[in-house]
């Protein structure tokens, strides 16, 4: 068996299983996103099969036949890896590797795979090690490891690759240890959140399924630099950034990692940490790529997540990004009819900005009332606070006072109550 090195491009062969299952995703559709997936992860897909006959076989998914014709394709064509679209069970993982003899792995284990190349950060690193673990655990065999870690390649790239000795006892003592480190690394966090929250900025994150533009979008309205590619999972970790909005409101605005169909159990377990900032949102903007084709099962691939995260009664506003390259622009008014906080955007172009922006403000507006205040000149540190914090309608001076007309929150509004000017009732008598 051929040992695959880090960096070599990977020939790979796609399986999809068609359970005629009706649904608006066909097989075909799934396939497709799995090549993307496959190419993101630096492999060159060189051929691929939709198995469309028999019920799956517990042994091996597909049927041996099926398995061996497909083995003899590879091994003609030199490929290295098949990969299936379903996830397999370890021993059908086992199974199909000693018919085909070719290393086999599923879309869970490639998009594990995708997230070991990207991680960047000590949390994002810790979470992916630990999915990986998660992962490979149960598929180690009394003899030691299967074919996929013997090759290497797509499939145990990443933390998880480390010279660990594939034990079962030492694995889950890593998996231990891992889990006390996300647990610091969230507890810092959260006092980090604390900190934030007292001096508060309205919270606003960018959720959606992956390459819908996100990225793009916090770049072009906070004029920063997050890395954006024509790849899928290009965002690993949350990113923040303070805008300062038209209407003068500033905000935080949060970029997460991107979601995707069937995404593995693994992950999201793994990324609790990281996805709990969507928790703590005021708004979330959920952004569509709308020139997709399946758009609609994109939206709801991501709420099935933001469902499992307890967060679909935040205020959501749709933004449907990419009109730029929308063909069929009869598409928009329809959804208008449908979703009422919808707004048209071109993040690349910086197309439909001021409605975002509306509609967020819009939202944040509501608990949150206009206040007289009067600061005395030498208190700077506080005046200096709310223009960094608040919405300044207003500035004024009299006497040594400085005088600002301001929008406050009610627990802002409570921390400044010394400063509030009252008015008087008027005496009607
Ligand atoms: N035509 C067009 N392309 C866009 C627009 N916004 C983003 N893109 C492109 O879409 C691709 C993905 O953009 P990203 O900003 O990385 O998407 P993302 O949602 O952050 O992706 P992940 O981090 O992978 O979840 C890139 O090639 C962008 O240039 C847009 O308004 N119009
Ligand atoms: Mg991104």
């Known amino acids: 068996m051929k040992q695959i090195k880090n960096n070599e491009k990977e020939k790979v062969f796609l399986v999809g299983f068609d359970t005629n299952r009706k649904s608006d995703i066909t097989t075909e559709d799934n396939i497709k996103e799995l090549a993307a997936l496959a190419r993101t992860a630096n492999a060159d897909v060189v051929g691929q099969a939709i198995v469309r006959r028999g019920p799956i076989n517990p042994g091996s998914f597909i049927s041996k036949d099926k398995a061996n014709e497909i083995g003899d394709t590879c091994r003609e064509h030199e490929i290295t890896t098949i990969i299936f679209d379903d996830d397999l069970s370890p021993s059908q993982q086992r199974n199909l590797e000693q018919i085909t003899e070719i290393k086999v792995i599923d879309r ?16 994002g690193i810790l979470q992916v090690e630990l999915a990986q673990l998660d992962y490979l655990l149960p598929r180690l065999t009394g003899k030691g490891i299967n074919l996929s870690q013997q090759v290497g390649g797509i499939g145990v790239r990443g933390p998880g690759e480390k010279k660990l000795e594939y034990d079962r006892r030492k694995i889950r003592n890593r998996m231990h240890l891992l889990k006390n480190e996300i647990e610091k690394v969230r507890e810092h966090r959260q006092r980090h959140r604390q900190k934030r ?37 290009a965002t690993l970790d949350p990113t923040t950034r303070r805008v300062t909005m038209p209407c003068n409101r500033k905000a935080l605005f949060i970029d997460t990692v991107g979601l995707i169909n069937k995404l593995p159990h693994q992950l999201v377990a793994a990324f609790r940490a990281t996805l709990e900032e969507i928790t703590y949102s005021d708004i979330l903007v959920h952004v569509v790529d709308i020139s997709h084709e399946h758009f609609k099962n994109e ?42 906080k919808s707004v048209f955007i071109s993040a ?12 967020i403000d819009g939202i944040l507006k509501k608990g949150i009332k206009a206040y007289n205040l009067k600061i005395p000149q030498d208190r700077n540190d506080i005046v200096s606070s709310i223009y960094e914090h608040n919405k ?20 802002d509004a409570g921390k400044l109550k010394q400063f509030i000017i009252r008015r008087r009732k008027k005496n009607n008598g």
Do not use: C, H, W
Not at 303 to 322: M, Q, R, S, T
């Open 108 to 123: 869970t284990n490639l998009i594990l795979d995708i997230f070991a190349g990207r991680a960047r950060t000590s949390e």
């Open 392 to 411: 300044v309608l207003k500035t004024g001076y009299k006497e040594n006072n400085v005088i600002l007309r301001v929008e406050l929150n009610a627990a």
């Open 299 to 340: 939206i709801s691939s991501v709420e099935k997540v933001l469902e499992e995260l307890k967060v679909l009664d935040k205020p959501v506003i749709f933004a449907f990004n990419k009109i730029d390259i929308l063909k069929d622009k009869s598409v928009i008014n329809k959804i208008k009819k449908q979703k009422t």
């Open 348 to 359: 690349i172009n910086k197309q439909g900005f001021e409605e975002l922006f509306k509609a």
């Open 197 to 233: 929250q007292d001096n508060y900025l309205p919270i606003i994150t960018l959720v959606g399924y992956t390459n819908t533009g996100k990225s793009t979008l916090l770049n072009n309205i906070s004029g920063s630099d997050v890395f954006v590619e024509n790849k899928l999972f």
